[in-house]
T-cell receptor, first 109, second 113 residues
Framework: AQRVTQPEKLLSVFKGAPVELKCNYSYSGSPELFWYVQYSRQRLQLLLRHISRESIKGFTADLNKGETSFHLKKPFAQEEDSAMYYCALNSGSARQLTFGSGTQLTVLP | GAGVSQTPSNKVTEKGKYVELRCDPISGHTALYWYRQSLGQGPEFLIYFQGTGAADDSGLPNDRFFAVRPEGSVSTLKIQRTERGDSAVYLC???????????FGQGTRLTVV
């Protein structure tokens, strides 16, 4: 069965510091991975997906099939990046997503 | 335009009661998803509709849970004989087609007392 693991429940960094949110997955097929973000009092929204290989709000994530990882990175964190981040794996033909338990990122001034 | 709308935003019910949670997807979106998010966890997939039919209901935990989408738009998640363990935030999402971005609603917080 598919599984997504986010080992850090809480992560704090200072503004301007690099940040990396870890995500590991287990899946027998060809994975499609996403990062979702939930800002305070807002709904869950897509941040980026691995197949588009784009940078959104300065964030990037590279799929490493050898290490079964999809870590989210940003070289210089901003206070507005403070939010809950979820890594998700698409395990079906549509958007039947398996989510990790999330990492609460706090960027300190 | 309006996003995915879920009503009510909060629902408190007594153990054993029946509840209905409503989801209004973005207009024109053919795919609709229900997820459940327990405290401290990520969302958990329940069921997915393509049009009016349930294309995948593999995430429904047991037969107390049922969902419908009779006209291919609004969906209702129905929970019979609620239990305290059903307390969670129930999220709805919709997407234009099956392989496009899913947009989430704000969720319904269900508390079973």
């Amino acid at each position: 069965a598919q599984r997504v693991t986010q080992p850090e429940k809480l992560l704090s960094v200072f503004k301007g510091a690099p940040v990396e949110l870890k995500c590991n997955y287990s899946y027998s097929g060809s994975p499609e991975l996403f990062w979702y973000v939930q800002y305070s009092r807002q709904r869950l929204q897509l941040l980026l997906r691995h197949i588009s290989r784009e940078s959104i709000k300065g964030f990037t994530a590279d799929l490493n099939k050898g290490e079964t990882s999809f870590h989210l990175k940003k070289p210089f964190a901003q206070e507005e990046d403070s939010a809950m981040y979820y890594c998700a794996l698409n395990s079906g033909s549509a958007r039947q997503l398996t989510f990790g338990s999330g990492t609460q990122l706090t960027v300190l001034p | 335009g309006a996003g995915v709308s879920q009503t009510p935003s909060n629902k408190v019910t007594e153990k054993g009661k029946y509840v209905e949670l409503r989801c209004d997807p973005i207009s024109g979106h053919t795919a609709l998803y229900w997820y459940r998010q327990s405290l401290g966890q990520g969302p958990e997939f329940l069921i997915y509709f393509q049009g009016t039919g349930a294309a995948d209901d593999s995430g429904l935990p047991n037969d107390r849970f049922f969902a419908v989408r009779p006209e291919g738009s609004v969906s209702t998640l129905k929970i019979q004989r609620t239990e305290r363990g059903d307390s969670a935030v129930y999220l709805c999402a919709s997407s234009l087609t099956v392989n496009t971005e899913a947009f989430f609603g704000q969720g319904t917080r269900l508390t079973v007392v």
